[in-house]
């Protein structure tokens, strides 16, 4: 059974997940996925609707075991250090989104439609004089939950899944001294399905959906 595909503004945020349509209401996000309209399914290995799992078979088994190759080994390390690139980029980013520097970041580990909406996310915070604040003791991280695969049917696409503890806030640039801590934007825990594409002989976070909005870290992994 194939994930439904809607797009949301995940790149990780529970507050941008109110618009099925667009990014809007965006502000105090962390995640930076967006559906892809030119994609139609998701990997066939999932047999549910909320979260990736195996599909189970009754096939006999065979006496050789897949194996993978020792480039195919790497690629697959290259994806997964592709997301979390990305990912610290837009945290980076989000933490002063007026930095042409930073912004370059996102160019570098983005594309398509996850591309499109980190520049958004981060052009409303620059406009709304908004920031990302991370307490060091507390630092926000992900999970990897399963993958990175490489797409069967094109091989310049791969895909991963992640969970995300995001415990940044997202407060106005005044709000850092303490002057109006009310408006503070709460961070937030998703589990992730993240696409990849490669290109120019680098691997970027494409596209992807937010597979649920969970309410603790010990819920991170699917039961």
């Known amino acids: 059974m194939r994930w439904g595909y809607a ?7 529970i507050a941008a997940c109110s618009s099925s349509e667009s990014g809007s209401e ?20 999932t047999t549910s609707t909320e979260q990736p799992t195996t599909t189970s078979t009754t096939a006999t088994p065979t006496t050789e ?4 190759t020792a480039s195919e080994e790497q690629v697959l390390a290259d994806v997964e250090a592709a997301y979390f690139a990305a990912r610290e980029a837009y945290l980076a980013a989000a933490q002063d989104p007026t930095n042409e520097d ?12 996850n591309l499109e909406l980190a520049n958004q996310l981060l ?11 991370v307490d060091p003791e507390n630092a926000p991280f992900a999970v990897l939950l399963a993958g990175p695969v490489i797409n069967s049917e094109d091989p310049t696409f ?8 995001n415990s940044e806030i997202y407060v106005p640039v005044d709000g850092i001294t ?6 503070a934007t709460n961070g937030s825990i998703i589990r992730l399905f993240v696409r990849f594409q490669l290109v120019d002989g ?9 597979l649920a909005e969970i309410a603790s870290a010990d819920e991170c992994v699917p039961e």
């Not at 075991?65 to 993978?68: G, K, Q, S």
């Not at 303490?178 to 408006?183: C, E, Q, V």
């Open 65 to 68: 075991a897949p194996t993978t």
């Open 202 to 210: 680098s691997w970027l976070s494409r596209s992807g959906d937010v």
């Open 102 to 113: 930073l912004r370059e970041g996102i160019a570098d580990t983005y594309t398509g439609a």
């Open 123 to 133: 052009d409303e915070l620059a406009e709304s004089a908004t920031v990302a604040v």
């Open 7 to 13: 797009l949301v503004v995940g790149a990780l945020a």
């Open 158 to 165: 791969a895909e991963l899944v992640v969970c995300e503890i």
């Open 26 to 45: 965006s502000t105090g996000s962390t995640t930076t996925i967006a559906a892809d309209p030119s994609t139609t399914s998701l990997p066939s290995t």
């Open 178 to 183: 303490g002057s109006d801590p009310g408006l």
